[in-house]
């Protein structure tokens, strides 16, 4: 029933920046989170960041926290994954997912997900 179709990866230098977007469809998310989880090759998916849809309240792993943003436009139905000074261990297939609901980090508890977008970061 909803749809979320990730957008914005690519290849890019260790050290660069990029901008991941996720548009939702299909659902009313007034209390929802969406969040960003990432699966590397040969790793199992990883939470990465989440958003509560109205709040605004965010959430960040470890392994992102000061060099990431996540935020939302409810006009544009679209949330945000801003990330700054990339590593070669950010290499992975990033996936939007949406749950009801507070913003759990196991990803068994999101209910949606979109087919993810590869994010490579080379040297």
């Known amino acids: 029933q909803v749809q979320l179709v990730e957008s914005g990866g690519g290849l890019v230098q260790a050290g660069g920046s990029l901008r991941l977007s996720c548009a939702a469809s299909g659902g009313s998310f007034g209390y929802h989170t969406m969040a960003w989880f990432r699966q590397a090759p040969g790793k199992e998916r990883e939470f990465v960041a989440a958003i509560m849809w109205s709040a605004g309240s965010s959430y960040y792993a470890e392994s992102v926290k000061g060099r990431s943003t996540i935020s939302r436009e409810k006009a544009k139905n679209t949330v945000y994954l801003q990330m700054n000074s990339l590593k070669l261990e950010d290499t992975a297939v990033y996936y939007c997912?949406?749950?009801?609901?507070?913003?759990?980090?196991?990803?068994?508890?999101?209910?949606?997900w979109g087919q993810g977008t590869q994010v490579t970061v080379s040297s």
């Open positions: 997912a949406v749950r009801s609901g507070g913003y759990p980090s196991a990803p068994g508890a999101y209910d949606y």
